[in-house]
């Protein structure tokens, strides 16, 4: 079963800067794809940036040119920097990855899994 293990949220002021690290542990093969989604309540879960196992990346238009994500030093980790925050980056993010793992009988399956969620607040 595959863990992520998520860091980084907070409070910040308008304008701040946040950093969002994940990281996914378990029986992992490959990973296709791993990157970050939000969600403010009532609203649906919306992608904010993703990264391919190939570096192709994609961004939600309303964080271009101020969130970056990276794949971290650490296998299978990610990062979100997070720039000029505004109030509408206020939210739950997710981390989320997609890839190639162990079942429990050790067959190779097709995975996908969601992290629990770290808050990031922006307001003065």
């Known amino acids: 079963q595959v863990q992520l293990v998520e860091s980084g949220g907070g409070l910040v002021q308008p304008g701040g800067s946040l950093k969002l690290s994940c990281t996914a542990t378990?029986?992992?093969?490959?990973?296709?794809?791993m990157g970050w989604y939000r969600q403010v309540p009532e609203n649906q879960r919306e992608l904010v940036a993703i990264?391919?196992?190939?570096?192709?990346?994609d961004y939600a238009d309303s964080v271009k040119d101020r969130f970056t994500i990276t794949k971290a030093n650490t296998k299978n980790s990610v990062d979100l920097q997070m720039t000029n925050l505004k109030p509408e980056d206020t939210a739950v993010y997710y981390c989320?990855?997609?890839?190639?793992?162990?079942?429990?009988?050790?067959?190779?399956?097709?995975?996908?899994?969601w992290g629990q969620g770290t808050q990031v607040a922006v307001s003065s």
């Open positions: 989320y990855i997609e890839g190639l793992g162990y079942t429990e009988q050790n067959l190779r399956e097709n995975f996908n899994s």
């Open positions: 378990g029986r992992i093969v490959s990973t296709y794809r």
């Open positions: 990264i391919t196992s190939g570096g192709i990346i």
